[in-house]
Each structure stands twice: as C-alpha cells, then as structure tokens.
C-alpha cells in the first residue's frame, strides 16, 4: 500500500490532497504542462509537489550530437515540432537549446526556490528565459540572479547569493539526492510526470485522465 498525503489549508480548513509533479527545466513538454497543471489546483483540492527530475536526453536521444544516428535526430527535431505546436497555441516561445544541458544547477535553484515559497516566480522565468536560448542554466552566477530577482528580494543580493551558493554545495546537493531516491521509488523515467495516489501519468498530453482519477476519487467529498 502507498501512502495518502494531505494537507490541510490554514486559510480555508479544507483538506487538500498532495499531488507529486516531477519536472525538468530543460524539458518542453515541463514547461507546456505547468498552467495546465496548476489550473488542477484551481478545480480539485489538490496540491502539487514540486520534484525535480533529470531528463536523461543521452539515454533517449544519443548522447553527442556529431554522434546522433539520423533516427535519433528525427525523434528530436520531431519532438520541438511538437512542442511548437502546443506552444504557438498558447502563445509561448520554444526554441531547442542549441547543446545539451545539465539542468542539476537550475533544479537544486528550484528546491532552493521552494524552500523559500517563491518556486512558481523562479519556474515560469527559468522555463521562459532557457527556451528562449537567454538563460545558461549550467551558470551559477545567471542562476543566482535569476533566484534573487524572482525571489522577495527581503535580504541584499550579497547575502542571497552566499546563502543560495553554500545551500547548492551543501544541503541542496543531499535534498536533489533525496528527490532523485524517491523518483526511482516511483518509477520515474521521464518528465512531465504526475503521480496521483501512487498511479503515474507521464506528458503533458495526459493531464486530462490526471482529471479524471481526480474525479474517480471523489476529493471535494472529503
């Protein structure tokens, strides 16, 4: 049996049940599944829980680009059509980035972020700014910025950047550890993936059967 998760609103009382979201900042499919699954939390008592998760683009699309065979280059130049599509009808900009990135920088950010209630600001500029091709998301110092300037700013930019830079080289590396144990847990192999009461739905195409295990559950009866 798995674990049921709730927690409950101070401001209204009503319980809400924990929804798990395991995302990437180098991902499309991430990024055009976030307003969609935030939009859950406005019609379910739900709450999402941030994970972060490592696209492993070497293990599915070839690892070097010289190296790529011409059949992996057609699944990636096939799948930005794809998230170009989903994105032009929403107004979003997607350009695939023009190497491969290590997006572990960017997600301990993001737990950073979260720790300090503001990863919703961090994640939408994160997203916006990388696949726009204006964000190093491998560059300590473009994501210290960026934190700072998406955080609340309450503390000067100094004694943020110190704070962010000794929790990324200390505990931040054990908390995306600690993310990364409990994916394999769950049986994490891509991203978008949510995770409802155990059950996996991965893409940002399945958020419509997400709602419908959300209604199967009958959660506003709670």
Same mark, same amino acid.
């Given at each position: 049996?798995?674990?049921?998760?709730?927690?409950?609103?101070? *401001?209204?009382? +009503?319980?809400?049940?924990?929804? +798990?979201?395991?995302?990437?900042? +180098?991902?499309?499919? *991430?990024?055009? @599944? /976030?307003?969609? @699954?935030?939009?859950?939390?406005?019609?379910?008592?739900?709450?999402?829980?941030?994970?972060?998760?490592?696209?492993?683009?070497?293990?599915?699309?070839?690892?070097? $680009?010289?190296?790529?065979? +011409? $059949?992996?280059?057609?699944?990636?130049?096939?799948? %930005?059509?794809?998230?170009?599509?989903?994105?032009?009808?929403?107004?979003?900009?997607?350009?695939?980035?023009?190497?491969?990135?290590?997006?572990? $920088?960017?997600?301990?950010?993001? =737990?950073?972020?979260?720790?300090?209630?503001?990863?919703?600001? &961090?994640? &939408?500029? *994160?997203?916006?700014?990388?696949?726009?091709?204006? =964000?190093?998301?491998?560059?300590?110092?473009?994501?210290?910025?960026? /934190?700072?300037? *998406?955080?609340?700013?309450? !503390?000067?930019?100094?004694?943020?950047?110190?704070?962010?830079?000794? %929790? @990324?080289?200390?505990?931040?590396?054990?908390?995306?550890?600690?993310?990364?144990?409990?994916?394999?847990?769950?049986?994490?192999?891509? !991203?978008?993936?949510?995770? !409802?009461?155990?059950?996996?739905?991965?893409?940002?195409?399945?958020?419509?059967?997400?709602?419908?295990? =959300?209604?199967? =559950?009958?959660?506003?009866?709670?």
């Amino acid at each position: 049996m798995f674990p049921i998760k709730f927690i409950r609103s101070y *401001t209204t009382g +009503k319980t809400r049940e924990i929804i +798990k979201f395991y995302y990437d900042f +180098k991902s499309p499919y *991430t990024y055009l @599944a /976030l307003e969609p @699954a935030l939009q859950l939390e406005k019609e379910y008592p739900i709450q999402l829980r941030f994970i972060p998760w490592v696209l492993r683009i070497e293990e599915s699309f070839g690892g070097n $680009l010289q190296q790529r065979s +011409k $059949l992996n280059w057609n699944k990636v130049r096939y799948g %930005y059509l794809d998230c170009r599509r989903f994105a032009n009808e929403r107004g979003l900009i997607i350009r695939g980035p023009q190497r491969i990135f290590d997006s572990r $920088l960017s997600l301990i950010g993001g =737990l950073y972020a979260d720790k300090h209630n503001f990863f919703l600001s &961090y994640a &939408y500029r *994160t997203f916006e700014l990388f696949f726009k091709r204006q =964000l190093n998301i491998e560059n300590i110092d473009e994501i210290t910025k960026l /934190l700072y300037e *998406t955080s609340n700013k309450n !503390v000067s930019f100094e004694k943020f950047s110190q704070d962010f830079q000794s %929790y @990324a080289n200390n505990q931040g590396q054990q908390d995306y550890l600690n993310a990364e144990h409990e994916a394999d847990q769950d049986n994490v192999f891509g !991203v978008p993936t949510f995770i !409802v009461r155990g059950e996996p739905f991965f893409g940002n195409d399945r958020i419509s059967w997400v709602k419908k295990r =959300l209604d199967s =559950l009958k959660l506003h009866d709670i």
